[in-house]
């Protein structure tokens, strides 16, 4: 599935798992594009195991970090 998306540079065409595997900017701001966890979704989530044993950890590092740095 190809996702459209429209920033800057004009129309860019990226694949839906190329934006769930990466850091992306939009605006010069980290966004980061998740999957949606709905039980529909159980065969993607099984055809791309290195989503929850390697992304969601690199995305909950994210998060943690903003948070702290919020806190201090």
């Known amino acids: 599935m190809a996702v459209l998306l429209k920033g800057m540079m004009g129309i860019m065409q990226e694949d839906f798992n ?7 900017y939009f605006n010069e701001k980290l966004t980061i594009v998740l ?4 039980p529909l979704n159980i065969k993607w989530f099984k055809d791309h ?14 998060i943690n970090a903003v948070l702290n740095e919020n806190i201090e």
Do not use: A, D, Y
């Open 49 to 62: 195991p290195g989503f929850m044993k390697k992304r969601i950890l690199e995305v909950r590092k994210i």
């Open 18 to 24: 190329e934006l769930i595997f990466k850091n992306n």
């Open 35 to 38: 999957p949606h966890p709905s």
